[in-house]
């Protein structure tokens, strides 16, 4: 586990896993793929999204096709749009709405 210290909020110390860490690690990268923030594409294609999942071990991801590309894109849109947020109560209600439509099962691996 690392120890990452909590920008802005004092001398407290936030401990990760390492699949905390490697999940955050992929959001990271999934939300700077966008051409929204100055840059171009970095997800133009199915190949490319094979590649970052791949590279972030995300597990059970079966083939991949044109309609996950643009459900992912879809998806780095709303977890831009978190860091978008003007208060924290739509914060919560961001990040609130893409838990319940997620389908989770944890799984032993």
Known sequence: MRRTRAEGHGDQ???????TENSLECLVELINSSPELGSDEQLPDVVALRALVSRHRVSEVGPLDDRDLAAVHALRERLYAIFLSSSEH???????????EAPVQPRLT
Do not use: K
């Not at 110390?13 to 699949?19: A, L, N, R």
């Not at 739509?90 to 319940?100: P, S, Y």
């Open 90 to 100: 739509e914060l919560a209600a961001r990040i609130n709405a893409i838990i319940t």
């Open 13 to 19: 110390t936030v401990i990760f896993s390492h699949d």
